[in-house]
């Protein structure tokens, strides 16, 4: 792991997530990254407008502000921020990053999203 550009600790539903011997896990690369976007979409606020947004016409709105914070990462790669809705209530991030190509993760309120590399 030591060859790795990017390392983090691994939190999942806002907890630490550990290991069998209770030691903390790590997430690299791609997976730190989506970790990462996931945590500044929520803490923006971002998130709960979307989950929320019942038809409004805020959404549209949302997801272009949460497109232009993804794409303000500079290790993702200008204009290939997709952000779309795959069932009610369930929102995902699609983009590729610079390094690691294309990564994928959820956006959900009140917990981290699940990441894919």
Not at 53 to 78: C, F, K, N, S, W
Request: contains cysteine.
């Amino acid at each position: 792991m030591s060859d790795c550009l990017f390392r983090d600790l691994h939190i999942q539903h806002g907890d630490l997530v550990l290991d069998a011997g209770l030691n903390p896990t790590y997430l690299t690369e791609r997976a730190v990254i989506a970790q990462d976007i996931v945590h500044a979409i929520i803490e923006s606020g971002l998130a709960n407008l979307l989950v929320s947004d019942r038809g409004t016409g805020v959404t549209a709105d949302t997801q272009t502000r949460i497109t232009l914070l993804v794409e303000d990462d500079l290790r993702i790669m200008p204009g290939t921020v997709k952000v779309e809705q795959v069932k009610a209530g369930q929102w995902w991030v699609f983009a590729d990053t610079i390094n690691f190509g294309p990564l994928s993760t959820a956006i959900t309120t009140g917990t981290d999203g699940d990441n894919h590399g």
